[in-house]
């Protein structure tokens, strides 16, 4: 076994001491103690694959870039710092301002890199503290809508998520961005049950500032959460009353997203107005290959909370139709279900696929759930015979996926290594010319190289062209090594070759 390999077969044996600890305190009714216990089984788990000192490929690398020089220079976000070559203002994997996604993320990335250093952890450590911070509070809405049994199932259901604990780690698309995005909708939620009974406005400004920063961080389908506040509201509030208050909040939210979308269209108006056109474009068209059909996200439902979720939200519709339903619990939960239909719906028909769309909705799907394994808990101790099989059945299920999911995600034994010799290389050609100004070519994946060098990185191998122009400009011109340099190349004395030959 690899060191990595020891080291992960020791995260899963502390996790499953947490999560036992976690059950047993629970059953003590030390409620305290339980959630502290699955919340650090939340932050070890996205802790470990986040510790891996290299880049995840695409948007991670992307993403890392950025947020490396925004920490220089927070009002522009660039790629390319100084993009030596042509390039084209409508290509977002090789431009100088890009604008593909929106800051928030990207700053918290940015904050986390100025304090704490150029590297891989400081970059991941805002998604590990936010994806652990959603666990809580997916604890708090568990627990007023059914109790600390649904508030501590659904938090461990969270905890051990494969889908989320892969973004918080940085290993799938959309990554750090999604993971923030997904805390602020959550955090929007929180705060409508909080105040489903207001009084005043500022209940309004609070929510619809956390709304607009949820955009910011993403997309103004965060205004999920103003319908989520609606049916609250409804509980006490008039109708007029009602609406004045998701009014006042979409204002709030209008104003803290809008400054941003101002600036960048008046400071670069010809990627701004790409973006926002190619924003669009998702709506009608196949991008990227990220192609489905209807029924694209649901039919993965299953992949991702697993088997059971489907019995569980059959069940949950049922119940939320109940005429004997407590009132207060049945407005939380038809609240519930707006969080969790809303982006399904809208995401099923928008042309372009991607499993994260969706993943707001998650938090809504762990409560569903843990409404549920309680009630199937106390059938089995209530029941004999076939019953009180098929209620162990539905608990075992139900518990056993996401914690077979949570393991896939971490990779303890056998996953990917901790580092990667080109990596290291690449991070030594960083300290060997430090002090020198470098446009890179045949480096294989230039985006990773332009986060741990100050160099400008291309791909493809240099032209003659190429080299006067980068000389004009003030640059010496590396040449990546990679084993097959011709000699022609090799044996210039006017370029630099990294690794040496």
């Keep these: 076994m690899t060191p990595r390999d020891v080291a992960g077969a020791l995260v899963m044996l502390g996790g499953g001491l947490l999560a036992l600890a976690a059950l047993r305190c629970a059953r003590a009714g030390r409620e305290p103690a339980a959630l502290a216990c699955v919340l650090l089984l939340a932050l070890v788990l996205r802790a470990f694959p986040a510790s891996d000192r290299y880049l995840h490929q695409w948007d991670e690398s992307y993403h890392a870039v950025v947020a490396r020089h925004l920490a220089d220079h927070p009002g522009t976000?660039?790629?390319?710092?100084?993009?030596?070559?042509?390039?084209?203002?409508?290509?977002?994997?090789?431009?100088?301002?890009?604008?593909?996604?929106?800051?928030?993320?990207?700053?918290?990335?940015?904050?986390?890199?100025?304090?704490?250093?150029?590297?891989?952890?400081?970059?991941?450590?805002?998604s590990m503290v936010f994806?652990?911070?959603?666990?809580?509070?997916?604890?708090?809405?568990?627990?007023?809508?059914?109790?600390?049994?649904?508030?501590?199932?659904?938090?461990?259901?969270?905890?051990?998520?494969?889908?989320?604990?892969?973004?918080?780690?940085g290993r799938g698309a959309t990554d750090h961005v999604d993971t923030l995005?997904?805390?602020?909708?959550?955090?929007?939620?929180?705060?409508?049950?909080?105040?489903?009974?207001?009084?005043?406005?500022?209940p309004a400004v609070a929510v619809g500032a956390v709304v607009g920063l949820a955009a910011l961080a993403k997309s103004p389908i965060a205004a999920v959460?103003?319908?989520?506040?609606?049916?609250?509201?409804?509980?006490?509030?008039?109708?007029?009353?009602?609406?004045?208050?998701?009014?006042?909040?979409?204002?709030?939210?209008?104003?803290?997203?809008?400054?941003?979308?101002?600036?960048?269209?008046r400071s670069w108006p010809v990627e701004a107005r790409w973006e926002r056109s190619y924003d669009l474009l998702h709506l009608t068209r196949t991008l990227e290959h990220h192609r489905g059909g209807p029924f694209f996200h649901v039919l993965r439902i299953p992949r991702y909370f697993g088997?059971?979720?489907?019995?569980?939200?059959a069940w949950f519709a049922l119940r939320v139709r109940r005429r004997d339903a407590r009132a207060g619990d049945l407005y939380l939960e038809r609240a519930l279900w707006v969080w969790l239909l809303a982006p399904y719906v809208f995401f099923s028909f928008v042309a372009t696929k991607m499993p994260a769309y969706v993943f707001i909705a998650a938090p809504a799907l762990f409560l569903i759930l843990g409404l549920h394994l309680p009630r199937l808990v106390e059938l089995?101790?209530?029941?004999?015979?076939?019953?009180?099989?098929?209620?162990?059945a539905g608990v075992a299920v139900l518990v056993a996926f996401p914690i077979a999911g949570a393991v896939q995600a971490v990779k303890p034994i056998g996953g990917p290594p901790w580092r990667l010799p080109w990596i290291e290389q690449l991070k030594a050609a960083g300290r060997r010319f430090a002090d020198l100004r470098i446009v890179a070519f045949n480096v294989p994946r230039p985006i990773d190289a332009m986060f741990y060098t100050s160099f400008v990185a291309y791909a493809r191998m240099p032209r003659d062209a190429d080299i006067v122009r980068c000389r004009e400009r003030g640059y010496q011109v590396l040449v990546w090594n990679d084993g097959r340099l011709p000699a022609s190349i090799r044996e210039r004395a006017d370029l630099l070759v990294w690794p040496p030959p």
């Design 181 to 202: 995005f997904i805390t602020l909708v959550e955090a929007g939620v929180v705060l409508a049950v909080k105040w489903r009974r207001p009084h005043g406005a500022l």
């Design 225 to 265: 959460v103003l319908g989520v506040w609606w049916c609250l509201l409804r509980e006490t509030a008039s109708r007029r009353r009602a609406l004045a208050l998701v009014a006042v909040a979409g204002v709030v939210a209008a104003l803290v997203f809008a400054p941003w979308q101002i600036h960048a269209l």
């Design 131 to 169: 994806s652990t911070l959603a666990v809580a509070m997916t604890w708090w809405l568990g627990r007023s809508i059914g109790g600390p049994l649904v508030g501590l199932s659904a938090a461990f259901l969270h905890a051990v998520s494969g889908p989320l604990i892969t973004l918080a780690a």
């Design 380 to 392: 089995a101790r209530s029941t004999i015979g076939w019953r009180r099989r098929a209620a162990l």
């Design 77 to 126: 976000p660039t790629l390319y710092e100084d993009p030596v070559l042509p390039y084209h203002r409508q290509a977002w994997p090789h431009t100088h301002v890009w604008l593909h996604k929106q800051p928030l993320a990207l700053w918290t990335m940015a904050a986390s890199l100025k304090a704490f250093g150029m590297n891989e952890l400081a970059l991941r450590l805002p």
């Design 307 to 313: 088997p059971f979720a489907l019995v569980s939200l």
